[in-house]
């Protein structure tokens, strides 16, 4: 998991672009954050496990799903700016 930061180019039509990529650097620095306290997060649940380990496994989980899921949501938000720029390219007013 690694943050991606917006293009400046994006940032103006969809300045939430800026905080999505604030919550990304947050959800990657945690996730490996517990990864580093705990070296066997990564292992298979077990019974009798730890319950702080479990949490940690959870929360990690979570930041990557939520990882994935802005990675989508910044892919599409992508597309309709290029479409959009596309569209304002080819559409210019004429003087005439």
Same mark, same amino acid.
């Given at each position: 998991?690694?943050?991606?930061?917006?293009?400046?180019?994006? $940032? =103006?039509? !969809?300045?939430? %672009?800026? #905080?999505? #990529?604030?919550?990304?650097?947050? %959800?990657? =620095?945690?996730?490996? +954050? %517990?990864?580093?306290?705990?070296?066997?997060?990564?292992?298979?649940?077990?019974?009798? !496990? @730890?319950?702080? $380990?479990?949490?940690?496994?959870?929360?990690?989980? @979570?930041?990557?799903?939520?990882?994935?899921? $802005?990675?989508?949501?910044? +892919?599409? =938000?992508?597309?309709? $700016?290029?479409?959009?720029?596309?569209?304002?390219? @080819? @559409?210019?007013?004429?003087?005439?």
């Amino acid at each position: 998991m690694r943050p991606r930061f917006p293009d400046v180019h994006d $940032l =103006v039509p !969809e300045p939430a %672009l800026a #905080a999505l #990529a604030i919550l990304d650097t947050a %959800l990657c =620095v945690a996730a490996r +954050a %517990l990864r580093a306290a705990r070296p066997d997060i990564d292992r298979a649940f077990h019974l009798g !496990e @730890d319950v702080a $380990l479990t949490a940690a496994r959870i929360i990690v989980d @979570d930041c990557d799903a939520l990882s994935y899921c $802005l990675d989508d949501y910044r +892919a599409r =938000v992508r597309a309709q $700016l290029r479409d959009h720029r596309r569209r304002d390219g @080819d @559409d210019q007013d004429w003087p005439f």
